[in-house]
């Protein structure tokens, strides 16, 4: 049944990973006639719509004060940051660049909590976490004629992520999922609008508002497919998939706008991509070695149990038999 799970859940990531890229190219494309505040406040229209419907039918506003907890509300404000910092970027940059920048937020969550949690990491993880950052400079390329400065912003939106992720570990258990999810849609449509108060905004006519509706569509699936992968399988076994993102990146890049990333960047991508699968091995391994002293302790206790036989109440009854 576990692996039929994992399975499951295997495809609801890849469905979500392409989602992302989609919704990332979508807007990228875009952002090049449209304002990006403009772009990322009529998505925020539509997604929050569509969240507000769902939380309303699954009955989640019932607790809508909780959903103001201070956690929440910083979850949501490190998204906005993140957000902003991360789709400027994406329309300065080639797709591929941007999106091989959050494939070390991984290995910044691994470092995050060590620090900030005192989880136990091992001097391979460290390592691991160290390769990440060398690839993340290839893909910079600082000094070099391929630097491109708008990647310190992406570094930059990957370090707000990673600090996101580590501020939900503090989330009250039992918040709903799509209701956390309605409050960051609200975020990031203000931070559309606020965005927007310092552009110009163009008229929106049919050609812009197929675009606008498959960027909401794609990210309402991303995320509900996100949701699904989490629920299904088991964390360790779906993450490499997230990693299947650059493939679709680098293929939309080369499809739609004719670039492909020179060889110091591929190596870059590799690197980080690497060892962030590896932080994945090795934290499957923890996770086992953890389950197997976990066994090991209820074998022990159940053989230090009396059997029905050598229990001295059921000896003394077959005496008298």
């Known amino acids: 049944m576990l692996a039929k799970e994992n399975g499951r859940a295997l495809l609801a990531m890849f469905l979500s990973t392409a989602f992302f890229m989609f919704n990332d190219a979508t807007l990228k494309y875009t952002a090049q006639t449209m304002p990006l505040g403009q772009v990322i406040f009529l998505r925020g229209l539509v997604t929050t719509a ?3 419907m769902v939380c309303l039918y699954l009955g989640q506003f ?12 910083a979850r949501a404000l490190l998204e906005v940051i993140g957000s902003m910092m991360y789709l400027t970027a994406l329309t300065k940059m080639p797709m591929a660049n941007a999106t091989a920048m959050l494939q070390a937020m991984p290995l910044m969550v691994t470092a995050g909590a060590a620090i900030v949690y ?3 990491v091992g001097w391979r993880r460290w390592s691991a976490v160290a390769f990440g950052f060398v690839g993340v400079m290839l893909i910079i390329q600082p000094g070099l004629d391929g630097f ?5 912003l992406a570094l930059g939106a990957v370090f707000f992520m990673a600090t996101r992720d580590l501020v939900t570990r503090r989330m009250p258990k039992g918040l709903p999922s799509f209701g956390v999810t309605f409050v960051v849609c609200v975020a990031v449509t203000f931070m559309g ?8 905004w163009v008229p929106v006519d049919t050609w812009y508002l197929w675009p606008i509706l498959g960027s909401s569509a ?5 995320y509900y497919f996100a949701i699904v992968s989490n629920r299904l399988g088991e964390l360790v076994a779906v993450a490499p998939m997230r990693y299947t993102g650059l493939l679709w990146a680098t ?12 060889w110091i960047t591929m190596t870059g991508m590799v690197i980080v991509v690497g060892s962030g699968l590896y932080t ?8 086992r070695a953890e389950q197997a002293v976990e066994q090991a302790e209820v074998n022990k206790k159940a053989a230090s149990r009396p059997s029905a036989s050598q229990d001295p109440a059921s000896t003394r009854a077959a005496a008298t038999a």
């Open 50 to 52: 569509l969240m507000g």
């Open 62 to 73: 019932k607790i809508g004060w909780r959903l103001c907890h201070p956690v929440v509300l």
């Open 118 to 120: 005192g989880e136990i």
């Open 148 to 152: 491109d400065a708008w990647a310190l």
């Open 193 to 200: 609008a606020g965005l927007g108060a310092t552009e110009v």
């Open 218 to 222: 794609f990210i309402i699936g991303a």
């Open 251 to 262: 293929a939309i890049g080369v499809l739609v706008w004719g670039t492909f990333p020179d």
């Open 280 to 287: 994945v091995h090795r934290e499957r391994l923890r996770l």
